[in-house]
């Protein structure tokens, strides 16, 4: 059964952004979509978002996840997490560190590395074995850090297709 995944970002609904519009073509390409409004929008939180997800979205080998800002670490907490192989991921403006760009200049950089939607740090290769295809799509000015800084970061450790736009913002 082909079914799509997509997973909003920080203060953000299902309506944000180019989601609307993704999921009506998914639609008509016969794609059944789930597109949840994720707990804690405000604060992504991988110990909140991550088990709703798993609960609630169905994974086979013809799913396709998008993800867009923090929706993309919770796609990579995701892929490791399930025991199945997806047809692809699509990351837009994803990272996989935390953005230079986020942190509060009042704060020591080390009392705010933690962002509670990341992990510490990722198995790759159960990430990659996991997933059919891998996209990861982020533009060189995006304002929050999820640039193409980090698209390559992701891209080196688990290859795909890297997609940088030029002058886009935080897609």
């Known amino acids: 059964m082909?079914?799509?995944?997509?997973?909003?970002?920080?203060?953000?609904?299902?309506?944000?952004?180019?989601?609307?519009?993704?999921?009506?073509?998914l639609e008509k390409q016969g794609y059944s979509v789930w597109v949840p409004q994720l707990p804690n929008p405000e604060a992504p939180d991988l110990k909140i978002q991550?088990?709703?997800?798993?609960?609630n979205a169905t994974f086979n080998n013809e799913t396709i996840i998008i993800g867009h800002s923090s929706g993309c670490p919770l796609i990579l907490s995701v892929l490791e997490s399930i025991d199945v192989k997806i047809n692809k991921a699509i990351l837009v403006a994803g990272y996989a560190r935390k953005p230079e760009k986020m942190y509060e200049p009042s704060l020591k950089k080390e009392e705010q590395d933690a962002e509670p939607i990341?992990?510490?740090?990722?198995?790759?290769?159960?990430?990659?074995?996991?997933?059919?295809?891998?996209?990861?799509?982020?533009?060189?000015?995006?304002?929050?850090?999820?640039?193409d800084d980090e698209g390559e970061y992701m891209f080196r450790n688990l290859g795909g297709t890297l997609i940088i736009r030029h002058g886009e913002g935080h897609i």
Do not use: M
């Open 2 to 25: 082909k079914n799509a995944v997509i997973l909003h970002g920080s203060s953000c609904t299902p309506n944000s952004y180019w989601l609307p519009s993704i999921k009506k073509f």
């Open 50 to 55: 991550l088990p709703f997800v798993l609960k």
């Open 118 to 147: 990341l992990q510490a740090k990722y198995n790759w290769e159960k990430i990659k074995q996991n997933a059919g295809e891998l996209y990861f799509i982020n533009s060189d000015n995006d304002p929050w850090g999820c640039d």
